[in-house]
């Protein structure tokens, strides 16, 4: 399984799109979400797509800004951000699952940055 974040930047506000190309695995059959880390905390959770009921979760901070996507087709997840904030700078990772504990033996990529400045 690997995962390889791209997409991230400096922007003063506006938007950016995030990918995560999956291989190892077929994407349409799998839960996945993702997550991002700030400087000096902890990694949270950022959003959730189910493979089957195409449900999508958001962590109340992103709520009707960000959007998570698929394409089956090109095994990507993406996350489109739009309205950025100061607050969402942080670097960004994909991974499989509903929590990341569910496939804890997957190696984390190497994430994408995400700064926004004020």
Not at 37 to 54: L, M, S, T
Not at 56 to 85: C, P
Request: aromatic residues 12%; charged residues 20%; glycine residues 10%.
């Amino acid at each position: 399984v690997q995962l390889v974040e791209s997409g991230g930047g400096l922007q003063p506000g506006g938007s950016l799109r995030l990918s995560c190309a999956a291989s190892g695995f077929s994407l349409n059959i799998f839960d996945m979400s993702w997550y991002r880390q700030a400087p000096g905390k902890e990694r949270e959770f950022v959003a959730h797509d189910n493979a089957v009921a195409a449900q999508k979760i958001y962590t109340e901070s992103v709520q009707g800004r960000f959007t998570i996507h698929r394409d089956n087709a090109k095994n990507t997840v993406y996350l489109q951000m739009d309205s950025l904030k100061p607050e969402d700078t942080a670097v960004y990772y994909c991974h499989r699952g509903r929590d990341w504990s569910q496939y804890a033996g997957d190696n984390w990529g190497q994430g994408t940055q995400v700064t926004v400045s004020s």
